[in-house]
Each structure stands twice: as structure tokens, then as C-alpha cells.
């Protein structure tokens, strides 16, 4: 093997060691990603009754549902 082949062998590794590196980064990136959206929606669904009866009674409400359309 001539001395130019084993430098191209070399970056060959090179660069696919840094595409292994790069698609792993990647996942791990959108996997935390996913799981912070699904753990905030979980907070925000559990969140919503609890603000919505804090608003209602800082508004002075009574806690009763309003009639939409009457």
C-alpha cells in the first residue's frame, strides 16, 4: 500500500467514525426533545384545572360555569 492510499484510508475512518458520532448526537438530541414535549403537555394537562380555578377565583367567580350561549 502506497503511502497515499494509507492517508486515505485514514480519513475514510475519519470521517466515518464523525458520521457514527453525528447520528448518534442527533438521536440523543431528538429523543430528549420528544420527551420534553410529552413532559411538558403531561404538566400542562395537569396544570389547566388547577390555574383555571385559581383565575376563577381571583376573578371574584363562584366557581359555576358560565352559560355559553344563553
Known sequence: MSGSAVIDVVLLLFILASVVAGWRQGGSVAGFSLA???AGGFVGVRAIP???RLVDRASGGDGAEADAGE
Do not use: E, I, T, W
Open 36 to 38: 420534553g414535549v410529552l
Open 50 to 52: 388547577v390555574v383555571l
